[in-house]
């Protein structure tokens, strides 16, 4: 059983830009939740994607945006990026009607930095 | 609006002493609570939970007890080991809708077990 999976590790980026982050949910999981933990703080709820629907929004602007794929991998993108955007981006999968919904997986995040 | 805490960022106990982690919510509507574990460059760590109906759950070293009236749980491990150094999130689950499975978390607290 493949955990979940999110790339790249670290990235770098400068104000302004954009940036997708990539999470392969665990095999037979269909639903991605998205995270971002800044720095001292717990994990804040981005969104959720279901089935490839978005299916609840944390407070996160718009320039926050997701996909799921049918394989139910997903993306995060960011767009005009910002210095408070820098954290820590997690993914989690779960497959709800199961034990695993509530606890959902973690992958190992995507250390995002905004010069 | 903070609505999981925990209030100590950080605990020491000496290895073989019961560590006790605590959380307060603000929310009579969660209806799920979560502990997760988590380790440097690591995803957090499915741990213990408890559903609003019941006051305690134990698995092995690991209970956690709710007091709905004080909308506070804790954590409790016991005996401590050196591996079980680590930050633990508290985190409560909102059933809507909406937001489907979100999980709101506090800010973490860091154990750390001195052998």
């Known amino acids: 059983e493949t955990g979940v999976t999110q790339s790249p590790t670290h990235l770098i980026k400068t104000r302004g830009q954009q940036v997708t982050l990539r999470c392969s949910s665990q095999?037979?999981?269909?639903?991605v939740s998205w995270y971002q933990q800044a720095l001292g703080q717990g994990p804040q709820f981005i969104f959720q994607?279901?089935?490839?629907?978005?299916?609840g929004r944390g407070n996160f602007p718009p320039r926050f945006s997701g996909l799921q794929f049918p394989n139910y991998s997903s993306e995060l993108n960011v767009n005009a990026l910002e210095l408070d955007d820098s954290a820590l981006y997690l993914c989690?999968?779960?497959?709800?009607?199961?034990?695993?919904?509530?606890?959902?997986?973690f992958g190992p995040g995507t250390r995002l930095t905004v010069l | 609006d903070q609505q999981v805490k925990q209030n100590s960022p950080s605990l020491s106990v000496q290895e073989g002493r019961i560590s006790i982690l605590n959380c307060d919510y603000t929310n009579s509507m969660f209806d799920y609570f979560l502990w997760y574990k988590k380790y440097p460059a690591e995803g957090p760590t499915f741990l213990i939970s408890i559903s609003s109906i019941k006051d305690k759950n134990e698995d092995g070293r690991f209970t956690v007890f709710l007091n709905k009236s004080a909308k506070h749980l804790s954590l409790h491990i016991v005996p401590s080991q050196p591996g079980d150094s680590a930050v633990y999130f508290c985190?409560?689950?909102?059933?809507?809708?909406?937001?489907?499975?979100?999980?709101?978390f506090g800010q973490g607290t860091t154990l750390q077990v001195k052998p």
């Open positions: 095999s037979g999981h269909n639903t």
């Open positions: 985190a409560a689950r909102t059933h809507g809708s909406s937001n489907t499975g979100k999980l709101i």
């Open positions: 989690a999968s779960s497959l709800p009607g199961t034990i695993s919904y509530n606890e959902q997986f």
């Open positions: 994607y279901y089935r490839e629907e978005e299916n």
